[in-house]
């Protein structure tokens, strides 16, 4: 397999009249160790169907295809997604019958868009301005998605997978933790990327697992963690008021839940807003 480089990727760039965009997040991987990185960290196995989000010219591409069963690989560029079976076709013609390309916008698609044989596992490189809607759309609406991991920019990767308790504990890493256990899998630098980014980069690991046993909807779950993070000094109370109607309703449910009211959103477990979610008034 004919991984590609530095040359490589600019020459299709060229080829393609291609401009990375800072508007799609465009900073392709040129480093082949790189991309072996990803895959082996994954974890996958030879039956695994994975989705990739962002191919763009193909580096982590024709890395997974050799790996798997199948690459579904969803790309918002019509330019970047009608090269992408080219590409493979070139370098690993034995391999393109294993590559589906979908043009769509990852963060709006849908199972019906995707092949019938639905992806196990999420690898990408991800745009950084889209990283976290991407994976928590993917992991709501692709059940069958059992492991993910992502290169997202490196803050983003520490809130995800931070813990409860921690400063940097919020929104994405509650709704994260929602769905899998997250952790982070080592850290990316910048010069693996043309362009080179202003940020270093970070690799994150999730494994599904089974959402907390509550009554409450996850809409209704998201909606006590969205209404705790979005004034992150205030306690509960103050901060669950308008979602609750009052603040003395607010620590009418908070009490319900076993919850301190003087707490903060940052302490909770994403079990703890379960329950807060179930004792709404």
């Known amino acids: 397999m004919s991984l590609l480089g530095p040359v490589e990727i600019r020459n299709l760039a060229e080829k393609l009249d291609i401009r990375p965009t800072k508007k799609l997040g465009q900073n392709f991987v040129i480093d082949g160790g790189t991309v072996r990185r990803i895959v082996r960290t ?61 043009l769509a916008d990852a963060m709006r698609v849908r199972p019906e868009e995707l092949p019938e044989e639905k992806p196990t596992a999420l690898v990408a490189n991800l745009p950084y301005n889209v990283s976290v809607p991407v994976v928590l759309h993917l992991l709501e609406t692709l059940p069958s998605l059992r492991n993910v991991l992502v290169m997202v920019q490196s803050e983003v990767a520490d809130r995800l997978a931070a813990v409860p308790g921690s400063k940097i504990y919020g929104i994405p890493s509650v709704k994260a933790a929602w769905y899998a256990d997250v ?50 000094r205030k306690t509960l109370r103050a901060a669950l008021a308008s979602w609750a109607g009052t603040a003395a309703a607010a620590e009418r449910a908070l009490r319900g839940a076993g919850i301190d009211p003087s707490a903060r959103g940052e302490q909770l477990t994403v079990e703890d807003f379960a329950r807060i979610a179930e004792n709404r008034p």
């Open 183 to 232: 952790r982070r899998a080592g850290p990316v630098g910048r010069t693996v990327f043309w362009p080179v980014p202003n940020v270093d980069s970070g690799l994150v690991a999730m494994t599904r697992r089974e959402p907390p046993a509550t009554g409450a909807a996850r809409e209704e779950v998201f909606e006590v963690v969205d209404a705790a993070f979005a004034q992150r």
């Open 42 to 102: 994954a974890g996958l196995d030879p039956d695994d169907v994975v989705i990739e989000v962002g191919p763009g010219l193909g580096s982590l591409t024709l890395a997974l295809l050799p790996e798997v069963r199948a690459v579904v690989a969803v790309e918002i560029d019509p330019v970047l997604a009608g090269q992408l079976p080219l590409t493979v076709a070139e370098r690993a013609p034995e391999l393109a019958g294993r590559l589906t390309v979908v």
